[in-house]
């Protein structure tokens, strides 16, 4: 890989031995893709932030980075933790858990991560725009930023995307690149979504056919909201690894047919029907009386936060039942200003920030049976805890008239 000599004396420790190490990661990932250069970038997403998902090395290597007084070059942001990081008590999030999570978070803090903690960067300020090339490691808003806005990134780890944020570059290869980009298996939709899980479900069944580094090209979608993309891309991100996507007529780089195949034939085609979908909410739903319903995966926007407020409004959430909201910091700004928190939390919901269903330590906190509209948290939950807490998934609608009366 091709460096310039300001690089060169990087990789050198000229400038320190974190500066050296993460050069020497970025330049290892570069050559073992044959990519001809490093590129700058902008914007970062960190993920490795949730003490219950990196545990102690994580804790330790950041604390020992942010005392050697390095920065990010880059403005970057933090994946959520495991608790909100102002109400933990309120969710019962045990003494210990909390002392290292915040540890964790101050540490990314001190190296110039904002601890905004959330998967949904891009609606929260940290939003790139269209081919502009950055560096996010939180595999849904890889999706999010490579499918919905058209911007550029690799579906980076956590240490490799610290590394370019602290370099401020990453390495030319994979999705930044053209010829990458194009679709290349065409995804025939034969059914009507109904909902957001509809969408989530179709993504989850996707992702799992699809093989690493294929970009599904969806085709007889319309009318999709972005946060329906949004949860799509999540799920497909989870169940596989799609980094990107494309919908024929919606999505930035999928303006006709022949286009988002790059003039190529695709490798294949697959059909998806309500049969395959329902096969989907067969395979997640292990559970029928949930002790929590959660909402936010990924974080909730304030569109999302609207409906809520609108469905639950005049409704109470059931004894034995929490209604839970996961959002990022600014959304949920802007959603106790237009009401819509006040209207959850009369109704017995809560609304969290910095965190979510899967990333907090959900079983210790004492909840077994999950209700989510959302595939990907349903596919995690009982992944992550051993199959102490068990999953579903359902609309918003039917999870808010289950876990609340009128
Ligand atoms: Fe975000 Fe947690 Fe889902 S990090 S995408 S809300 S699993």
Not at 59 to 77: D, S
Request: with cysteine; glycine share 8%.
């Amino acid at each position: 890989m091709f460096l310039s000599k300001e690089e060169e004396n990087i990789l050198d420790g000229q400038k320190g031995w974190i500066l050296e190490r993460a050069m020497r990661l970025l330049t290892t990932i570069g050559d073992l893709n044959d990519a001809e250069r490093l590129v700058p970038i902008k914007r970062s997403q960190v993920a490795g932030v949730s003490y219950r998902t990196v545990g102690d090395p994580t804790l330790h290597l950041v604390e020992e980075l942010a005392r050697e007084k390095v920065r990010v070059r880059t403005e970057a942001t933090q994946n959520p933790a495991g608790m909100d990081l102002k109400r933990w008590r309120e969710m019962r999030v045990p003494e210990g858990f909390a002392e290292k999570q915040l540890r964790i978070c101050r540490a990314y803090e001190r190296l110039g991560v904002e601890a905004s903690c959330t998967c949904t960067p891009y609606l929260s300020g940290n939003r790139p725009e269209l081919g502009e090339v950055v560096g996010f490691s939180e595999s849904s808003a890889v999706a999010f930023v490579n499918s919905v806005v058209g911007a550029r990134t690799n579906r980076h780890g956590g240490l490799d995307a610290l590394s370019a944020a602290l370099i401020g570059k990453v390495p030319l290869m994979g999705y930044l690149l053209d010829e990458n980009r194009t679709g290349n298996v065409h995804v025939k939709v034969c059914f009507k979504p109904k909902n957001e899980t509809d969408y989530s479900a179709l993504g989850y069944y996707v992702g799992k056919e699809v093989e690493t580094s294929e970009v599904p090209a969806y085709d007889g979608i319309k009318g999709a909201s972005l946060d329906d993309l949004k949860l799509l891309g999540a799920a497909s991100a989870a169940s596989g690894s799609v980094a990107l996507f494309h919908v024929l007529g919606l999505t930035p780089e999928a303006k006709d047919i022949g286009g988002v195949f790059g003039g190529d034939k695709p490798k294949y085609k697959l059909e998806v029907t309500s049969e395959e979908v329902q096969s989907v909410y067969d395979e997640l739903s292990t559970t029928e009386e949930p002790d929590l319903v959660a909402m936010g995966c990924p974080h909730s926007s304030i569109q999302e936060l609207r409906k809520i407020a609108k469905l639950i409004s005049g409704r109470t959430v059931k004894r034995g039942i929490k209604f839970w909201v996961f959002t990022s910091p600014k959304v949920f700004e802007e959603a106790e200003k237009s009401g819509y928190v006040s209207i959850i939390r009369s109704a017995g919901g809560d609304v969290f920030l910095n965190t979510c269903m899967v990333v907090e330590p959900i079983e210790e906190i004492g909840f077994r049976c999950v209700y989510t509209n959302s595939a990907k948290a349903a596919f995690y939950i009982p992944r992550i805890t051993k199959d102490k807490c068990k999953s579903s998934i359902a609309p918003l609608r039917t999870c808010i008239e289950m876990c609340t009366t009128s």
